[in-house]
């Protein structure tokens, strides 16, 4: 599609900005740091445009609002950050289990508890996966850029609209607040075809043959929404037969698209000696090193760039594990991804974490001294 000229953007505005031009019509929330903006500019562009924004008592009523907005035909997205992401989940739940389509920001700062507000952090990693309770499949994505932002908030809102499924954005105080240049494609507007409101009439709302099309209340159809197990029109159930195929239902359309779901970025050498793998910030200082390593140095290192991290990109990093002999996991944190990463490297590469959680960034520096020993 055709650029138009670069836009100097921060990261909470590209998110707001990619939500609209995918659709997005309806935000409920409240404003909580580092996550305020995007209500900010939610509040401001979306009555012009024909959106509603709705400023909530709280974050559980927040997340409601959305369901509620998706239901009847709105797309709809709301935007927090650690404490906030939180009391959203039980809400959260109740979305996967009915299959309504909607979009969570979860600009992540220090915790637990309110922690440091202003302060960069990936401690939410894990809470994003098993946050709500149950055997539950989830979409996650992790930008690194502003630019990311922009069009990882659009593919957030198409696949929940295609898959009938939840997405958290997964952001990080610096990428939020973060400035850089962002070239939007003319027009703006990337949105995948909508599903036909007129559904056929063996309709099912919850067809196991496959994702079909959320009727939004009002149109002609009448069926049943509950966080219970139920049946293919709806109702609840407890027929063990019925509750082990609606819990394969949520898994399977995630397995069936997978390799649309699933983002990755590697840039380095073909047959690295040692490999980071990061998300989120931390992709920043660990490309500075590549690019410094590799393309003027020639190293045998190299970077895989995690845009999704839920479902995990399991083969990916098992691709990268039986070329590397080291695999470096830099996070904000006390360490939460490094696990999934040595369970998917199956021993054949050693993983070695690399962790910060004082408010700052993980610096080119420390990937250094941490690869050197590898590389001398």
Known sequence: ????????????EACAEGAINAGVRFFAGYPITPSTEVAELMAAKLPDIGGVFMQMEDEIASMAAVIGASIGGMRAITATSGPGFSLKQENLGFAIMAEIPCVVVNVQRMGPSTGVPTAPSQGD????RWGTHGDHPIIVFSPASVYETYYLT?????????????????????????????????????????????????WKPYDDKGVTPLVPFGFGRYYHVTGLY???YGFPTSDPRQVERALDRLHDKLKKYRDEIVLTNYIGHREPK????????????????????YWQNRLPVGLLSLQ????????????????????????LNMGQLVGEVERCACGRAEVIPLNRYDGE?????????????WLS
């Not at 990693?125 to 994003?128: A, K, R």
């Not at 990109?313 to 070329?323: G, T």
């Open 154 to 202: 659009i593919a957030a809102v198409n696949l929940s609209q295609k898959l009938r499924q939840p997405v958290v954005l997964l952001l990080d105080e610096v990428i939020g607040h973060m400035r850089e240049k962002v070239l939007i494609p003319g027009g703006g507007r990337l949105i995948v075809e909508k599903a036909s409101d007129k559904a056929p009439a063996d």
């Open 308 to 331: 999704t991290i839920w479902p995990f990109p399991d083969r990916e990093i098992k691709e990268l594990a039986e070329k590397a002999d080291v695999i470096i996991v830099p996070e």
């Open 361 to 373: 960034m993980i610096t080119p520096d420390q990937l250094v001294e941490k690869m050197g020993r």
């Open 274 to 293: 040692v490999a980071i793998v990061a998300y989120g910030c931390t992709v920043r200082s660990a490309r500075a090193v590549i690019k410094k390593a």
């Open 1 to 12: 599609m055709p650029e138009t000229k670069p836009i100097l953007m921060q990261g909470n």
């Open 125 to 128: 990693i894990m809470q994003t």
């Open 230 to 232: 139920h049946d293919q």
